[in-house]
C-alpha cells in the first residue's frame, strides 16, 4: 500500500543572521490512508513546523516530502 503522506530525512532551518536554527532534524514520517495521527511532543520539538509543511504551505530545508505518490517540490 502506498502511503499518503511520507518523509525521508525532512529538516527545517531557519537562519538568523550568524545564527543557524534547526527546526526539525531528520523526520522520517509514514503515514497510510485511513490512519489518524496526532503531532505531539515537547514545546519546542518542532510540531508547529512541521505542520505547515506537510499542508504545503512552507518548504522544507533538506529531504524528500511525497505527497499521495507525488513528490512535493
Do not use: W
Request: glycine share 14%; aromatic share 4%; charged share 15%.
Amino acid at each position: 500500500m502506498q502511503p499518503i503522506i511520507q518523509t525521508l530525512g525532512l529538516e527545517k532551518l531557519y537562519r538568523m543572521g550568524d545564527t543557524e536554527v534547526h527546526a526539525l532534524a531528520g523526520v522520517d514520517l509514514r503515514i497510510d490512508a485511513g490512519e489518524f495521527v496526532a503531532v505531539m511532543g515537547p514545546s519546542g520539538s518542532g510540531q508547529s513546523t512541521l505542520l505547515p509543511l506537510l499542508g504545503c504551505l512552507d518548504r522544507p530545508s533538506a529531504g524528500p516530502y511525497i505527497l499521495a505518490g507525488e513528490a512535493v517540490s
